[in-house]
């Protein structure tokens, strides 16, 4: 079974930067490159949000409108890791962010149904 796991989180101050990893382990019937990796994060009382998405290569991305300017997606192959930079961060950014995979060459959208295997979710705080 596929298993995603975030790491990366934890607390920042607003206006500060964190990193966020995903990396991905237990193939069965693909291959790690095979997967369009997004991620998502959620807070109480509200649905899951897409924030980012990247391709099976690697491009393109797509990018929430909360997410343009100040995140950045990237994915390592080789490493079996996609990686979510966030910059610029405010207190609106708190919340258990999500990395998902679907078997799918490309995102086509940032609905979370769409997305299949899951991670277990880690918590960013962003506060002073």
């Known amino acids: 079974q596929l298993q995603l796991v975030e790491s990366g989180g934890g607390l920042v101050q607003p206006g500060g930067s964190l990193r966020l990893s995903c990396t991905a382990s237990?193939?069965?019937?693909?291959?790690?490159?095979?997967?369009?990796i997004g991620w998502f994060r959620q807070v109480p009382g509200k649905e899951r949000e897409g924030i980012s998405c990247?391709?099976?290569?690697?491009?393109?991305?797509n990018y929430a409108d909360a997410a343009k300017g100040r995140f950045s997606i990237s994915r390592d192959n080789f490493r079996n890791t996609v990686y979510l930079q966030m910059d610029s961060l405010k207190p609106d950014d708190t919340a258990v962010y999500y990395c998902a995979a679907r078997p799918q060459p490309g995102c086509d959208n940032l609905w979370y149904r769409n997305f299949e295997a899951w991670g277990q979710g880690i918590q960013v705080t962003v506060s002073s």
């Open positions: 237990g193939f069965t019937l693909h291959t790690y490159d095979y997967y369009a």
């Open positions: 990247i391709d099976k290569i690697g491009g393109p991305t």
